[in-house]
């Protein structure tokens, strides 16, 4: 069985700085994909950025990108030059390479101060 | 660009009766997807569907649950007799399942079982 595991809670970030969420995973397949996903207030999920395991490269979304360490099992989502409207709920989520589920972390809320 | 669409947007029902979560996913997916989120929570797997059957379900997608397809566009998950733990929003997703295994969410639906 996956599981995902975010321990983050709850992160701040002052406007226009970086912040990095993390996140780690158990499987014991080695292909598979990571996603993060934003869930604003309104409740619906936005694909933020994907990573394939099979890919030593860290993927890169404009102000978004993660260090996805296969080994350590981590795959940590940075922000940079926050935004107010990055305020969110932020959910990491691991699929196996032909699975059909998705699993999720508990989600970490951002908050960003202006 | 394409999306997946689900109705109502709200249902509120009484416990006990009967109701029917309408999706539509992205017209040239094949495989098809319900999540659920209780309020503060993580999103849930319940079922995926493929090839007019179900292909994996979870421990909550319990004989009180049922999905179809009824035509070539709409994607339905039928709740039989709502219970109060039943309130949550509901997920449909989609995939193609092509070079990436991601999957296309819809904005979802609150259901509130009093």
């Known amino acids: 069985a996956q599981t995902v595991t975010q321990s983050q809670p709850e992160m701040s970030v002052q406007e226009a700085e970086t912040v990095t969420l993390s996140c780690t995973y158990d499987t014991s397949e080695s292909d598979y994909y990571l996603f993060w996903y934003k869930q604003p207030p309104s409740r619906q999920m936005i694909l933020v950025i994907r990573?394939?395991?099979?890919?030593?490269q860290n993927a890169t979304e404009n102000r978004f990108s993660v260090n996805f360490q296969k080994a350590a099992k981590s795959f940590s989502l940075k922000i940079s030059d926050s935004q107010l409207g990055d305020a969110a709920m932020y959910f990491c989520?691991?699929?196996?390479?032909?699975?059909?589920?998705?699993?999720f972390g508990a989600g970490t809320i951002l908050r960003v101060k202006s | 660009e394409p999306e997946v669409t689900q109705t109502p947007s709200h249902q509120v029902t009484q416990m006990g009766q009967e109701v029917i979560l309408r999706c539509v996913p992205i017209?040239?997916?094949?495989?098809f997807y319900w999540y659920r989120q209780i309020l503060g929570q993580k999103v849930e797997f319940l079922v995926s569907?493929?090839?007019?059957?179900?292909?994996?379900k979870s421990e909550i997608f319990d004989d009180q649950f049922s999905v179809e397809r009824p035509d070539g566009s709409n994607f339905t998950l039928k709740i039989r007799s709502t219970k109060l733990e039943d309130s949550a929003m509901y997920f449909c997703a989609s995939s193609e399942r092509g070079l990436i295994n991601e999957q296309f969410f819809g904005p979802g639906t609150r259901l509130t079982v009093l």
């Open positions: 990573q394939e395991a099979y890919k030593q």
């Open positions: 017209s040239n997916h094949l495989y």
């Open positions: 569907f493929y090839n007019n059957e179900i292909s994996e």
């Open positions: 989520a691991l699929i196996m390479e032909y699975g059909n589920k998705l699993v």
